[in-house]
């Protein structure tokens, strides 16, 4: 795909001005930090914030795009001719020798052919296969942003067989993400991790760095974000993305709890913009939640949703915006009360972890609580003390019927209700306690960044094994 002006098939307008090249702080690059409260959704601490947190130079002076709704796609219509109107095209095509674990469907901006294929992929659950008359010419994603996330990110497209183009404002630090990139796919390799059906080599030939922004989203229909966690730093980025893309490439952010309503506010090609947001660490971690702007295309999605699946992660789709979206709003609700019991001396910060790495959390690694729910409920006429925890036995029901989920909660729902009446405050996350669990954590890992970092890495074996187990263990 050449680089050509919106409606000629590329994926951005022409312009002189080059990107964000003209001005690139200069500054020393260190492991980021992680932070204190939110997942690193988008990778980097302090080093990264200082390296994108001067002004950016005004986007290049280009031609107001057309806001035009784009017509239905007709079945058969050539790529070109849906390009010029402006349609999302199918995902970008694989490297040829790439296996790919699922196919792609090739969603259009709308029609019967497109409302099918979204049909199949929410009544079946799976992306399934779908014959297209039209190929894309582009094969391209761009990973905006070469923090941990970013890399990840970056490896995770190539093992699908993408070509990616890793982008940052300085190059020493796109240079330095090769490097780290390289020697994270060799170790993968040499430990039967690698993912995909390419070798390392294969799969680093698929990927290039730059540090123009121009250069980086040519020839791509899909652009990651990876940039750090800063609302007015995101809002940047993608108000010059919106002045340089046409409308065949999806814009998704990476963030891990800004709202899509205020990311992408006031953008041209708001319908094809949406939040991907990756659980920490995204090598080993499956898990994307995709988050909808109130005006993101539903073959936008879609096609996000088919990416995803097609290089091996777990997409789930929220269907409303919400702040923390599903994960962080899990994550914290644990954490707030892990945080009481510890301030109010019920348990030790380190017997509270235990109550999670060898209780729940083993139990969770391959189901979800609704799930154990429904699995935990026994049958009620085989359980003499069915009611002892419900406190009414009226409400009990005879087991044929009731079981699985509601008979859980009618067994269960008015002691569930007496506990979480319980509940204290918002922890502050301050002061004494915060004290009590840092020395807590010290104890079991040293604050310094070589006994941190061995953790870490052990915490990604671990995983990466879990991963492996799991795709050896099929449900029934």
């Known amino acids: 795909m050449t680089l050509g002006a919106r409606g000629g098939g590329g994926g951005v307008k022409q312009s002189k001005a080059n990107s964000w090249s003209a001005q690139r702080p200069e500054h020393v690059v260190r492991p980021p930090p992680p932070p204190r409260a939110r997942s690193r959704a988008s990778g980097g601490g302090r080093s990264a ?14 031609a107001a795009p057309s806001t035009r709704r784009a017509p239905a796609a007709r079945p058969g219509a050539p790529a070109r001719a849906r390009a010029r109107r402006g349609e999302v095209e199918a995902p970008p095509a694989p490297h040829p020798r790439a296996r790919p674990r699922r196919a792609l469907s090739p969603f259009g ?5 497109a409302r099918a294929a979204r049909a199949a992929v929410v009544g079946s659950g799976t992306v399934r296969a779908m014959a297209s008359s039209a190929s894309s010419t582009a094969d391209g994603v761009a990973v905006v942003g070469s923090g941990l996330i970013g890399r990840s990110w970056a490896m995770l497209f190539a093992s699908g067989g993408f070509r990616v183009k890793l982008y940052d404002i300085e190059q020493q630090q796109v240079t330095g993400a090769l490097d780290t990139i390289r020697k994270e796919m060799k170790l993968l390799e040499q430990s039967g991790a690698l993912k995909g059906s390419l070798g390392a080599e294969e799969q680093l030939a698929l990927i290039s760095g730059c540090s123009d ?10 652009i990651q974000e990876c940039v750090p966690e800063n609302l007015e ?3 940047q980025l993608f108000a010059q993305l919106d002045q340089i893309v046409d409308g065949n490439v999806v814009l998704s952010s990476s963030s891990s709890c800004l709202l899509p309503s205020k990311l992408f506010a006031g953008l041209v090609h708001v319908r094809q913009c949406l939040v991907a947001h990756p659980v920490n660490p995204p090598y080993h971690v499956p898990l994307v939640e995709l988050v909808p702007h109130p005006e993101t295309a539903p073959a936008t999605m879609d096609r996000t949703y088919a990416l995803m699946r097609q290089i091996g992660q777990s997409p789930v789709r929220i269907l409303k915006e919400v702040d923390g979206f599903a994960l962080n709003r899990l994550q914290y609700a644990l954490i707030g009360e892990a945080w009481r019991l510890v ?3 019920i348990v030790s910060p380190g017997d509270l972890d235990l109550v999670m790495s060898d209780g729940l959390g083993l139990r969770y690694a391959f189901i979800g609580p609704l799930e154990t729910m429904h699995l935990n409920a026994e049958d009620v006429a085989n359980n003499s003390s069915s009611n002892a925890f419900s406190g009414d036995a009226s409400t009990i029901k005879p087991s044929a019927d009731l079981d699985g989920m509601l008979s859980y909660c009618d067994r269960y729902r008015e002691g569930m209700k007496r506990v979480l009446k319980t509940f204290g405050p918002i922890p502050e996350f ?3 306690v915060a004290e009590k669990v840092h020395q807590a954590m010290c104890v079991k890992v040293p604050d310094d960044p070589e006994h941190l970092a061995a953790r870490r890495e052990w915490r990604d074996g671990c995983l990466m094994r879990l991963a492996k187990l799991k795709g050896q263990v099929q449900p029934p």
């Open 343 to 345: 301030e109010a001396g």
């Open 49 to 62: 914030r200082a390296r994108w947190a001067r002004p950016l130079p005004a986007p290049p002076s280009v």
């Open 213 to 222: 922004l121009r250069e980086a989203v040519e020839g791509t229909v899909h």
């Open 109 to 113: 901006a709308g029609g019967a052919s």
């Open 430 to 432: 301050s002061g004494a």
């Open 233 to 235: 730093l995101k809002q």
